[in-house]
């Protein structure tokens, strides 16, 4: 069996699919039939492959290495007096091999036996031109009386006039806080904040309404130029005073 | 060089193939510059005379279809019940109250743009119909229902829709519904 | 609906007329749903057989092609299929004998990880589809073949697949001992 010539094998690992693919390479040079394979020589030629490789240093992938250690492990096996406690014997894993070598072979033929067949759109080809077959879906349209009526309650419903009444209606208006303000600054020199300038008996809702209206009147007042503001940093207190 | 009744074998596969139809020229390309493919048609012709496939010629060039009397069999027709979509549904409801209505005027009263795809279904529907156009600007479409209208929704005339009182009576104004509606769903009219 | 010879026409003209295979059950829908169409189908069979047209049946499904032996007539001008790699070649056959069959196992068989673009390959091609999950722990998706790859490579059913009586006696079609597979080479890193 002089099949393991490095010259005939690329040590090129990038050219097999893997280890099984490099042993059914090697399988397929002992040009007997994989059924009646020998897997010691078949063992063989894969470990002095490796060993070739890695002589020429060439990097082998671990994989391939794993498959090197399963097969030493299993040569040794076989060619060592048999232990009849192990299990799965030696003679049982060979035969697993070689039966998985038989179908990966029997898939790689039966698939160049597949594309070799007469393909659609290869060797035989449809119509080239088919008018189409169509279906032409025709919408029934379905809706109940209710459905219609209660749509247009809902429309009403939506655009029915409606007055808003607003019940409770505690505020102290624009005007009010415009003329209460520009009078009161106009009677101050200094500065004042503006809640100074609410009514000291407003309370509650009342109270914010009145101070409220009270800020915008002195905005208003600043902006006619009739009133002065001074705040030293945002949030902080703002003061105002008649304009000098 | 192909000839006699393989000619002929090849003749029918290269126009079935074909993408276009083929000028005898076209077709010589394929079985042989010296092949008799004018004999090989008129073969062709004889065979399919009368079969649901029929060798034509337009032009000079020359094509297989399916004979026009069966054309009616490569078309099924399908029908499909769909329900109407709330849009659907509210344009058909003004239509119905207020017709004969633009869709400018469906609009005001619903308080939505109404798509251009809601007043088709229901103009394929057969529930509503133009109606004429309004003379105002812009002379708008107007739409009414139409008979089928009525027939689908069991209603002998449009006098027979309960009125604002009788919607009221029915609970159909509760503006509690309303909120509820409005907070279910915002805008529907995308169909 | 249709009989006789007129349904033979028309079962002809539909089938002519179609874009994909069709079975007889979509061949009713376009000729009468009480039609003899597997009548008409053998009757079609007979007439073009050796024909440069034929028809044929492909997992189920009917289809009008060109004769295979007329193959070289027909390539000039068509662009060649994309070749299939070695590895995708190996993972189609393995499938098409083995299925359904999981990627563990396509793997097992080869040797070698399946890389990811194989069966998106074979998957875009419409040749094979996922086909459930086994129940066992991982519970691993499955792949089997379609009826687009029983068409594309002129199979009537899956049992026409070159030599599967053969390799199936032979014990090699036997379902996968991935547990002993796995103690041989427990590499599987990830690809």
């Known amino acids: ?244 | 060089m192909t000839q006699g009744e393989s000619l002929v074998r090849a003749v029918e596969a290269v126009l079935f193939a074909a993408e276009t139809p083929l000028t005898i020229h076209d077709i010589r390309l394929h079985v042989g510059t010296q092949a008799d493919v004018g004999g090989a048609l008129a073969m062709l012709l004889e065979r399919y005379a009368g079969r649901g496939i029929e060798l034509v010629e337009r032009g000079g060039r020359w094509h297989f279809q399916t004979a026009a009397d069966l054309a009616h069999l490569l078309r099924r027709d399908r029908e499909e019940t769909r329900r109407l979509s709330r849009a659907g549904i509210e344009t058909l409801a003004i239509i119905a109250y207020h017709e004969p209505v633009s869709r400018a005027e469906i609009e005001a009263i619903r308080g939505v743009q109404v798509a251009k795809g809601t007043l088709d279904v229901l103009l394929e529907a057969g529930w509503i119909r133009p109606a004429g156009r309004r003379e105002v600007p812009g002379r708008p479409l107007t739409y009414a229902t139409t008979a089928g209208f009525l027939s689908h929704f069991g209603l002998a005339t449009r006098r027979d829709l309960p009125g604002l009182d009788d919607l009221r009576a029915a609970g159909l104004l509760d503006p509690i519904d309303l909120a509820f509606e409005n907070a279910v769903e915002k805008d529907d009219d995308s169909d």
């Open chain 1, 1 to 244: 069996m002089t099949a393991a010539d490095p010259d005939t094998l690329t040590l090129d690992l990038d050219g097999w699919e893997g280890p099984l693919d490099l042993l059914l390479a090697l399988a397929r040079n002992q040009k007997v039939d994989l059924k009646v394979i020998s897997i010691l020589a078949l063992v063989e030629q894969y470990l002095a492959f490796l060993d070739q490789a890695r002589s020429l240093k060439l990097e082998v992938a671990a994989d391939y290495l794993v498959m090197a250690a399963w097969l030493a492990y299993l040569k040794s096996a076989l060619l060592l007096p048999r232990n009849p406690e192990e299990t799965p014997s030696p003679e049982d894993m060979a035969l697993r091999l070689q039966r998985r070598l038989e179908r990966l072979n029997a898939m790689r033929e039966a698939g160049a036996r597949l594309v070799a067949r007469d393909r659609l759109g290869r060797d035989v080809f449809l119509r080239g031109t088919p008018e189409g077959l169509r279906t032409v879906r025709h919408a029934t349209w379905e809706a109940e009386i209710y459905d219609l009526i209660a749509a247009y309650g809902r429309i009403s419903a939506r655009s029915r006039p409606v007055m808003h009444v607003v019940a409770h209606r505690d505020v102290m208006t624009l005007d009010e806080a415009l003329a209460r303000v520009s009078e009161l600054i106009g009677m101050r020199v200094d500065w004042a904040t503006i809640e100074s300038l609410v009514p000291s008996s407003a309370i509650g809702d009342y109270r914010k309404s009145a101070v409220a209206s009270s800020f915008v009147a002195v905005l208003e007042l600043a902006k006619q130029g009739r009133a002065e503001l001074r705040q030293v940093s945002p949030f902080a207190p703002l003061y105002v005073r008649a304009a000098s």
